[in-house]
């Protein structure tokens, strides 16, 4: 049973360049959650993606956008990259018709921005 | 105020011994509720989800009290593998936005 993956692991990138983060959900999943993590902090929500449409949406400016797939795997982009922006990215799945709706985690991504 | 609110701790214990953790969280319409536990550099991992009678799962017990607004997690009989950062994560409308706690960190000590 395939768990939820996300490539590259680790990414190093420059002040206002554009970055994007893919994730594959946990199988039989179908929905998909991104957020960041910066050092010391937890997770902060980035949004969520149902059904290829965002369905909810934290308190991060528009420069994050994300995609999902028909397949529900999602992407997320970052543009205009600030270096505030440095922290591990997760990515996490579960089904929606779940009665306790747990979420699980893929092993992040690791965005630096030099 | 925040949605989530842990002790950051450090806690450090020695190995066999008991300890407890508690988050409170300010939305008193909240529907789930789950601990995670992340190691360093790793994604979190779910450790329990917290139901409203309390469930147990061998060493590791976790409460849920409404009236206060704050859920527990009890580790009996501490394990040098227990060593961890233990994130308290609140579900206000079942289905979307996770609100994580800052995550309190455990030592287990030989």
């Known amino acids: 049973d395939a768990g939820v993956t996300q490539s590259p692991t680790h990414l190093i990138k420059t002040r206002g360049q554009q970055v994007t983060l893919r994730c594959s959900p946990k199988?039989?999943?179908?929905?998909v959650s991104w957020y960041q993590q910066a050092l010391g902090q937890g997770p902060q929500f980035i949004f969520q993606?149902?059904?290829?449409?965002?369905?909810q949406r934290g308190n991060f400016p528009d420069r994050f956008s994300g995609h999902q797939f028909p397949n529900y795997s999602s992407e997320l982009n970052v543009n205009a990259l600030l270096l505030g922006d440095s922290a591990l990215y997760l990515c996490a799945s579960s089904l929606v018709s779940s009665s306790y709706n747990e979420q699980f985690f893929g092993p992040g991504t690791r965005l630096t921005v030099l | 105020r925040k949605e989530v609110e842990q002790d950051p701790g450090p806690f450090n214990v020695p190995e066999g011994a008991t300890v407890a953790f508690n988050c409170t969280y300010s939305n008193s319409a909240s529907q789930s509720f789950f601990w995670y536990r992340q190691d360093c550099r790793k994604e979190p991992k779910l450790l329990m989800s917290v139901y409203s009678s309390g469930n147990e799962d061998g060493r590791f017990t976790a409460q849920l009290n409404r009236a206060s607004q704050y859920i527990s997690l009890l580790i009996r009989d501490s394990k040098l593998s227990d060593s961890a950062t233990y994130l308290c994560v609140v579900n206000p409308n079942a289905g979307n936005q996770f609100y994580f706690g800052t995550g309190t960190s455990l030592t287990v000590i030989p």
């Open positions: 993606y149902y059904e290829e449409e965002e369905r």
């Open positions: 199988s039989g999943h179908d929905t």
